[in-house]
């Protein structure tokens, strides 16, 4: 059965600094993907990984997926308050359609 | 465009009562999604049609949880009688479908969820 977990549940941060969100899954899978959720707000696509060593990055964010290590990590550089939400993980079961999530993330960045 | 929306987007009820939840989809997505999050857990998948058909069911909990997708287009989870487990977001999506497979190779998009409170 295909797991996700996802660490830390909870990150307090202050602004400029930075930090790391893991994700680790426990079989094959073709693609992940990275959703921010602000409350109350649809999931939002912040980025798909679909190959070893892919890495994408939007302003602060950047994602990386390691295939071999069942690893995906989401890299903030110094922080601002606008990224304060929730961030999830997911990954597709290969040959279905379901997006098999982690348990979220949940950002707080303070002055 | 429109994107994926839902209703209500809070609904309180009392424990034994009946809830429908309603998804419209983006115009033109066959797949359909329902997902649900319980307080504190992950998201977890209940159901995928691939427009009205049921592709996929093995995430709903019982048989109190009813969906439909009449004529391919929008969707409508029911819960009946609701129990205070089944108290959470339930979270709407859609994709294209590319291809023969038929599985998603397409991105999902999200509606804002629905939040149900049994009490």
């Known amino acids: 059965e295909l797991k996700v977990e996802q660490n830390p549940l909870f990150l307090s941060m202050q602004e400029g600094k930075n930090y790391t969100i893991y994700c680790n899954y426990s079989?094959?899978?073709?693609?992940l993907y990275w959703y921010r959720q602000d409350p109350g707000k649809s999931l939002e696509s912040l980025f798909v990984?679909?190959?070893?060593?892919a890495v994408k990055q939007e302003g602060r964010l950047m994602a990386s997926l390691d295939t071999k290590a069942r690893l995906s990590t989401l890299h903030i550089t110094a922080a601002v308050h606008d990224l304060s939400a929730t961030y999830f993980c997911?990954?597709?079961?290969?040959?279905?359609?379901?997006?098999?999530f982690g348990t979220g993330t949940r950002l707080q960045v303070f002055p | 465009e429109a994107g994926v929306t839902q209703f209500p987007s809070h609904s309180v009820i009392e424990k034994g009562q009946t809830v429908t939840l309603r998804c419209d989809p983006i115009s033109g997505h066959d797949n359909l999604y329902w997902y649900r999050r319980v307080m504190g857990k992950e998201i977890k998948f209940l159901l995928h049609f691939v427009k009205e058909s049921k592709q996929d069911e093995s995430g709903m909990p019982n048989n109190r949880f009813l969906a439909e997708r009449t004529g391919g287009t929008y969707s409508t989870l029911k819960v009946q009688p609701a129990e205070l487990e089944d108290s959470g977001v339930y979270f709407c999506a859609s994709s294209q479908v590319l291809g023969t497979g038929g599985f998603m190779n397409t991105e999902a998009f999200f509606g804002q969820g629905t939040r149900l409170t049994v009490v």
């Open positions: 079989t094959t899978s073709d693609r």
């Open positions: 997911a990954v597709v079961r290969f040959n279905t359609d379901k997006l098999i």
């Open positions: 990984l679909l190959s070893n060593g």
